[in-house]
């Protein structure tokens, strides 16, 4: 808390509504983390707009948020334990002071939206990052965000386990050297392995200091390794490849259902067609029982256009059959 600055105290008992705690624009300088632990269904805490420049020791106890919004404040730090909330999907750190962020976000498999917009951020976290300049960007700085930090411990962890490994080797020889030196009948091969030994003596801190050199640039840069840009190609070349086959397979059962509409509808058509053709053949031979007969099949919506197309059609044949048979003279 800066000098000079009193405590602010915020009833948060008033704040709390359902699953929601909102603390924004309180002018607070500490986060009163005893009071929102003490309601357990809080799952939204909303922090924005406040004076905040840590979030302070006891805030990984809250591991029941799901979404956290610690937006327009000044938080320089972020605790190294952070990670501990991992019931955590939407994380709001937007317009603050942070340049880098803890490694235990590899612990934040849940994390699916990370706004970091507005910080001074390394160039290597803004490699990382992003712009996180829409909805979609925001969900992949939270995706690269946790991959990278859970890459870099691991492998933090296998270059741990090989200088174990090299230690112990080198305390087994060193073992094996002082027997011999014991020993009276082999001066020159005690020689030969003091010789050995200072030489894999000099190897092992050679190797030590690249390793510590690597380590320490790793730490400094947080570069990704060419293997995780691979996968992340054959990833994006299998995404593309699987929307190819979603897009062919929608194409083709939209052609197989038009396909279906269109040979129903020519069905429907020759049959009301061929019905229209009898019907009219019954009424131009003067059979009106069968037309009678007929007509009764013919579903209630279709009977009288289709009556009045036929009598339209009969009057039209008539006519023509008229001046057909009538000779040129009286024309």
């Given at each position: 808390m800066p000098k000079g600055a009193d405590k602010v105290r915020v009833n948060v008992k008033e704040r709390v509504e359902d699953e929601s705690c909102?603390?924004?624009?309180?002018?607070?300088?500490?986060i009163p983390?005893?009071?929102i632990a003490s309601f357990k269904r809080v799952t939204f805490l909303d922090l924005s707009s406040n004076r905040l420049i840590t979030l302070g020791r006891n805030f990984t106890v809250l591991t029941r948020l799901v979404k956290l919004d610690l937006s327009k404040n000044q938080i320089r730090l972020l605790p190294d334990d952070f990670g501990q909330l991992e019931q955590l999907r939407h994380l709001d750190l937007y317009n603050n002071c942070l340049e880098n962020l803890p490694l235990s976000f590899a612990r934040l498999r849940r994390l699916r939206y990370l706004d970091l917009k507005g910080n001074p951020l390394t160039p290597a976290w803004d490699r990382i990052v992003g712009r996180c300049s829409?909805?979609?960007?925001?969900?992949?700085?939270?995706?690269?965000?946790?991959?990278?930090?859970?890459?870099?411990?691991?492998?933090?962890?296998?270059?741990?386990?090989?200088?174990?490994?090299e230690r112990q080797q080198s305390s087994t020889q060193m073992a094996g050297a002082g027997d011999g030196d014991a020993s009276s009948s082999s001066n020159l091969s005690t020689r030969a392995n003091g010789?050995?030994?200072?030489?894999?003596?000099?190897?092992?801190?050679?190797?030590?200091?690249?390793?510590?050199?690597?380590g320490?640039?790793?730490e400094n840069e947080l570069t990704i390794k060419p293997v995780q840009q691979h996968s992340v190609a054959t990833k994006s070349t299998n995404q593309k490849h699987n929307s190819?086959?979603?897009?062919?397979?929608?194409?083709?059962?939209?052609l197989r259902v038009f396909s279906g509409v269109a040979f129903s509808s020519l069905m429907t058509f020759l049959a009301l067609f061929i019905i229209?053709?009898?019907?009219?053949?019954?009424?131009?031979?003067?059979?009106?029982?069968i037309a009678d007969k007929l007509v009764e099949y013919i579903p209630h919506q279709?009977?009288?256009?289709?009556?009045?197309?036929?009598?339209?059609f009969r009057l039209r044949v008539t006519d023509w059959i008229s001046e057909f048979r009538t000779p040129p003279e009286e024309h």
């Open positions: 909102d603390l924004s624009l309180s002018e607070l300088t500490e983390v005893r009071e829409t909805l979609k960007d925001c969900q992949q700085a939270a995706k690269n965000t946790v991959n990278v930090c859970a890459n870099f411990n691991s492998e933090y962890i296998e270059r741990e386990r090989l200088a174990a490994q010789s050995e030994g200072s030489k894999l003596k000099s190897n092992k801190a050679n190797r030590k200091t690249k390793s510590k050199k690597s320490a640039v790793a190819k086959k979603k897009s062919t397979t929608n194409s083709a059962c939209w229209n053709v009898l019907i009219i053949y019954m009424i131009m031979f003067k059979n009106p029982d279709y009977r009288d256009w289709i009556l009045t197309k036929t009598e339209i």
